[in-house]
């Protein structure tokens, strides 16, 4: 999803100033875009199928609900984005420049879209609305636009999208700079380095803010629980403050070894410095986070690589703006080492969401101990989870070996896309 944007300002780039590099440039990242979306469809439909076997009866209580936003997720969103995939890679010399940057738009408009239904039903289990309760027990769809419009979802899709382009961006300003310290491909090696850090750095502005303190604001009001355990507050305070580092001590109910900004998170969540933040002690002890420990680290490693994304951003930008950026090879260093730290940022974000709703499946209506297939043993479960696990990392090492290949035959490979 962070690629789809990048391309099309590629193509923009060609057609506005008429040049094939800028051209050869997409074409280069609709390739690895295409590897991309391959290996998303063949690891992400065994997920859907496990509504069926692994989570039955959520899918019973729930279905009724995310089926609709599911579905369109595939009707819409992904035939719209394959199609014009398809186009995008193998129909330029047919549509011609225009009707080839239009194909662009579709599939950057397809790939969105489809995070966007995808978002709306995880934002549905975080904050259910626009449903009512049938006699049977189960959750009905009854106002659709409440759910499409659920504040929740929008700035969790926001926060998201703005995570997807910084994994973009970085990954190809990373692939420029190793096209600028290896020598080869000099030319494109500039025009990724420049786009990718100029995104990098917008979106991971954008990352912290608005996205990111909207999400937290959300979080704050929807869920305080999981806040107090993001932040591993476990008195309720006023001017309650920021952990920068330290380690959940949940068993004595502290935080180890704390280095904090006084007040700051009353500040950051309330916009008030004596604002009370409520702690783990205001609530039942079973509703709070069952992975206290885990929530935590992951959220503090989520907001520590943001901090980190925005200060490598300037950097570069500040090199990029004085004419240093492409001769500095100790910044070039830096963002081709950055590649794998976007992946683990939205991970722990999505590790964040989901330990965080927790003990709830549909957070105040289901918990996870009543959704799950109670006719699937704990053993069918590791079996299936080992099976899966071999051929994901199967499929990782062959993802791996086709990227690796695409960038080093370069962008100027004799590919025939246009027949």
Same mark, same amino acid.
Request: net charge positive; charged share 20%.
């Given at each position: 999803m962070g690629l789809a944007p990048l391309i099309l300002v590629l193509k923009t780039l060609a057609l506005r100033r008429n040049d094939e590099t800028y051209n050869r440039a997409a074409r280069f990242w609709a390739r690895i875009f295409g590897i991309n979306f391959l290996f998303g469809v063949v690891t992400g439909i065994p997920m859907e199928f496990q509504f069926g076997t692994n989570w039955s009866l959520f899918s019973r209580f729930a279905g009724g609900v995310i089926g609709q936003t599911l579905a369109m997720e595939g009707v819409f969103a992904f035939f719209l984005e394959s199609a014009f995939l398809g186009l995008f890679l193998y129909g330029e010399k047919r549509?011609?420049?225009? @009707?080839? +940057? +239009?194909?662009?738009?579709?599939? !950057?408009? @397809?790939? +969105?879209?489809?995070? !966007? !239904?995808i978002i709306v039903t995880d934002a549905w289990m975080q904050h259910p609305v626009g449903y009512t309760l049938a006699p049977d027990g189960s959750a009905q769809l009854s106002n659709f636009w409440a759910i499409v419009l659920n504040p929740w979802a929008w700035w969790q899709y926001a926060h998201n999208m703005s995570g997807a382009v910084i994994t973009g961006a970085f990954v190809m300003a990373s692939i420029g700079a190793f096209y600028l310290l290896w020598g080869k491909f000099v030319e494109y090696g500039r025009i990724f380095v420049r786009v990718g850090v100029l995104a990098a750095l917008i979106s991971s502005v954008l990352q912290l803010f608005p996205t990111g303190d909207g $999400? =937290? *604001?959300m979080v704050a009001l929807h869920q305080p629980v999981t806040l107090a355990a993001m932040e591993a507050l476990f008195e309720s305070q006023p001017g309650a403050p920021l952990v920068l580092v330290g380690q959940p001590n949940v068993d004595e109910h502290k935080i180890d070894n704390p280095i904090t900004v006084p007040r700051a998170l009353s500040f950051l969540?309330? *916009?008030a410095w004596k604002a009370e933040v409520k702690g783990l002690d205001a609530f039942p002890q079973d509703q709070w986070p069952t992975s206290i420990e885990l929530l935590y680290f992951s959220y503090h490693i989520m907001v520590g690589l943001g901090t980190v994304f925005i200060a490598i951003g300037v950097v570069a930008a500040f090199l990029l703006w004085r004419g240093w950026l492409f001769s500095s090879r100790w910044m070039l260093w830096i963002l081709l080492l950055a590649l794998p730290f976007p992946y683990i940022a939205n991970t722990a974000g999505w590790m964040t969401a989901e330990l965080g709703r927790q003990p709830w499946l549909v957070y105040s209506l289901m918990r996870t101990?009543? =959704?799950y297939s109670k006719l699937v043993s704990a053993g069918n479960g590791i079996f299936t989870l080992l099976g899966f696990m071999g051929m994901y990392t199967v499929l990782g090492i062959l993802f791996l070996f086709l990227i690796r *290949?695409?960038?080093? $035959?370069g962008p100027e490979a004799t590919v025939e896309m246009g027949h």
């Open positions: 549509l011609g420049p225009r @009707g080839h +940057w +239009w194909s662009a738009v579709a599939v !950057f408009l @397809g790939s +969105w879209l489809s995070g !966007f !239904f $999400q =937290g *604001r969540t309330y *916009r101990a009543d =959704g *290949r695409e960038i080093e $035959q």
